[in-house]
């Protein structure tokens, strides 16, 4: 069964990068997408964006500009890099493996447990 | 963009109701609709893709029903581990990409 870690610094200074990285463990990571959610606290869930096997990206518009998703299938792993943070990208980060074909659409299949990034001087 | 509103925004339910919580989105997402139960401090589950799949592992008290803009998600009895937050989320592959709804709460009554 696939496990999803993530790991990174808890707090960021605003202007700063936040630069986080899900461990995959239990499968490989071919054939799947994976995503980074957020969830600010107290509120909803909001996709950040995906990168597939094939390193093929895709953000949420709303970040685009400051977001980066990068794969390292010989680790294991996959990267969030978003820049030029404010206090409004306080939230709860969670790495998810998906699920994204014609038939199903993209659904977020496994999840890790989150890891929770403020942001303040 | 794709909008997505659940209603409604909380329930309180007793042990043994059947509770329905609505989906629906600002325009066409075919069966692409999957359904997530959250619990406090806990990673989303997944609960039901393509609308009315089921995930493997999920009791089968849950059920998902609906196409094109208007969904639901059905607990025919509902338990105590079933009190959470449970968010829709559409599906569509195509650009700009995907959104979830706001949330309904289910606490006790």
């Known amino acids: 069964q696939v496990q999803l870690q993530e790991s990174g610094p808890g707090l960021v200074k605003p202007s700063e990068t936040l630069s986080l990285t899900c461990t995959v463990s239990?499968?490989?990571?071919?054939?799947?997408?994976w995503s980074w959610v957020r969830q600010p606290p107290g509120k909803g869930l909001e996709w950040v964006g995906y990168i597939s096997d094939t390193e093929k990206t895709r953000y949420n518009p709303s970040l685009e500009s400051r977001v980066t998703i990068s794969l390292d299938t010989s680790r294991t792993q996959f990267s969030l890099r978003l820049s030029s943070v404010t206090a409004a990208d306080t939230a709860m980060y969670f790495c998810?493996?998906?699920?994204?074909?014609?038939?199903?659409?993209?659904?977020?299949?496994?999840w890790g447990q989150g890891t929770l990034v403020s942001v303040s001087s | 963009d794709i909008q997505m509103t659940q209603s409604p925004s909380s329930v309180s339910a007793s042990i043994g109701d059947r509770v329905t919580i609505t989906c629906r989105a600002s325009?066409?997402?075919?069966?692409?609709l999957a359904w997530y139960q959250q619990k406090p401090g806990k990673a989303p589950k997944l609960l039901i893709y393509?609308?009315?799949t089921l995930q493997s592992g999920v009791p089968s008290r849950f059920s998902g029903s609906g196409s094109g803009t208007d969904f639901t998600l059905t607990i025919s009895s509902l338990q105590p581990e079933d009190f959470a937050t449970y968010y829709c989320q559409q599906a569509n592959s195509f650009p700009p990409g995907f959104t979830f709804g706001p949330g309904t709460k289910v606490d006790i009554k």
């Open positions: 393509s609308a009315s």
């Open positions: 325009q066409s997402v075919s069966s692409w």
């Open positions: 998810a493996r998906g699920i994204n074909n014609i038939v199903t659409g993209y659904y977020f299949e496994s």
């Open positions: 239990g499968d490989s990571m071919s054939t799947y997408y």
